[in-house]
């Protein structure tokens, strides 16, 4: 049987995409029980970080201790890849001594050659291109707080990066519709919108976005490695703020959610943060419980 990847939220069907979701869900209610659900003993997960990151590291290494196996943290100082050892090569061993891989990397390139190589399931946990994790997140989010999310329209406003990307292959996977509210210059892939064109709507007006959405999503302008375009950014995405007045235009039951870390009054306003209709933090939460429900889906037979 061949090994099963998660590069991006394509390698999952749209039932699989949705029994993920139901399981993330029914793991975060025996979690909350108190129930011990450990069926990956001795099995071992290597987590590559060529970048940093908080809720990734937290969230792999707390859920593969809570299913009975254990997270090896390696950071770009303590492996070869991409430092003289063929990528291929580095894959090949370390895939011969642990049970699943999970990397966090800039160029998609290499997590694909890795995982062609891999003799064991590779998780995407962020490359420059997308974050399927979160996607993961994202989307139990939205069935615990508003129900199906098929049908619905979802607006996305910032940057055309790989948040954005993931949406545009979650729009395609859950059947909802998603408007990509980004200023000239950054717009997503557009091979990837002409791909699923259908679904998605790209907007130069943030307002004319959010009429009628039932989710909004935003993200930090600048990104990891991108620092030191701060500045010109900011001037870039003026106007594109998620604050209540914007959120006031959307359907009356929308919800805010952003996969943090937030720049308080840039991408959004500190008091949407706080705000009723804010679910960051539950959003936040779930990338435990998803990637729970993803390593038991890729491991657990």
Same mark, same amino acid.
């Given at each position: 049987?061949?090994?099963?990847?998660?590069?991006?939220?394509?390698?999952?069907?749209? @039932?699989?995409?949705?029994q993920?979701?139901?399981?993330?869900?029914?793991?975060?209610?025996?979690?909350n029980?108190?129930?011990?659900?450990?069926?990956?003993?001795?099995?071992?997960?290597?987590?590559?970080? @060529? !970048?940093?990151?908080?809720?990734?590291?937290?969230?792999?290494?707390?859920?593969?201790?809570?299913?009975?196996?254990h997270?090896?943290?390696?950071?770009s100082?303590?492996?070869?890849?991409?430092?003289?050892?063929?990528? @291929?090569?580095?894959?090949r061993?370390?895939?011969?001594?642990?049970?699943i891989?999970?990397?966090?990397?800039?160029?998609?390139?290499?997590?694909?050659?890795?995982?062609?190589?891999? !003799?064991v399931?590779?998780?995407?946990?962020l490359?420059?291109?997308?974050?399927?994790?979160?996607?993961?997140?994202?989307?139990?989010?939205f069935?615990?707080?508003r129900?199906d999310?098929?049908? !619905?329209?979802?607006?996305?406003?910032?940057?055309?990066?790989?948040?954005c990307?993931?949406?545009?292959?979650?729009?395609a996977?859950?059947?909802?519709?998603l408007?990509?509210?980004?200023?000239e210059?950054f717009d997503?892939?557009m091979?990837l919108?002409?791909?699923?064109?259908?679904?998605?709507?790209?907007?130069?007006?943030?307002?004319?976005?959010? !009429?009628?959405?039932?989710?909004?999503v935003?993200?930090v302008?600048?990104?990891?490695?991108?620092?030191?375009?701060?500045?010109?950014?900011?001037?870039?995405?003026?106007?594109?703020?998620v604050?209540?007045?914007?959120?006031?235009?959307a359907?009356?039951?929308?919800i805010?959610?952003?996969?943090?870390?937030a720049?308080?009054?840039?991408?959004?306003?500190?008091?949407?943060?706080?705000?009723?209709?804010?679910?960051?933090f539950?959003?936040?939460?779930n990338?435990?419980?998803?990637?729970?429900?993803?390593?038991?889906?890729?491991?657990?037979k």
């Amino acid at each position: 049987m061949n090994t099963r990847h998660f590069l991006t939220l394509q390698d999952l069907s749209s @039932e699989e995409l949705k029994q993920i979701m139901h399981r993330a869900i029914e793991l975060k209610a025996m979690r909350n029980r108190g129930e011990v659900y450990a069926p990956l003993n001795n099995k071992v997960m290597a987590m590559i970080f @060529e !970048k940093s990151s908080t809720r990734t590291r937290v969230s792999f290494e707390a859920g593969m201790s809570q299913l009975g196996g254990h997270a090896m943290f390696l950071s770009s100082r303590d492996t070869q890849l991409g430092r003289g050892e063929p990528i @291929e090569d580095s894959a090949r061993v370390i895939s011969s001594m642990v049970d699943i891989v999970m990397i966090r990397t800039f160029g998609h390139d290499t997590i694909e050659t890795f995982a062609k190589h891999s !003799k064991v399931p590779v998780i995407n946990a962020l490359t420059d291109d997308y974050h399927p994790c979160q996607l993961l997140a994202d989307m139990q989010c939205f069935l615990e707080h508003r129900g199906d999310i098929k049908g !619905k329209t979802v607006t996305w406003i910032g940057d055309g990066n790989n948040m954005c990307h993931s949406y545009i292959n979650a729009a395609a996977l859950l059947d909802f519709t998603l408007n990509i509210a980004c200023p000239e210059g950054f717009d997503p892939d557009m091979a990837l919108v002409a791909k699923h064109q259908d679904r998605v709507n790209i907007f130069r007006d943030p307002k004319e976005a959010v !009429k009628g959405s039932h989710l909004l999503v935003t993200d930090v302008w600048a990104s990891m490695g991108q620092e030191d375009e701060q500045e010109a950014r900011m001037k870039s995405f003026e106007g594109y703020q998620v604050n209540s007045a914007l959120m006031d235009t959307a359907h009356e039951d929308a919800i805010f959610m952003h996969c943090l870390p937030a720049h308080r009054g840039e991408e959004v306003s500190h008091e949407m943060m706080d705000d009723p209709r804010s679910v960051v933090f539950d959003e936040a939460e779930n990338r435990l419980h998803a990637q729970k429900a993803l390593i038991e889906f890729l491991l657990v037979k």
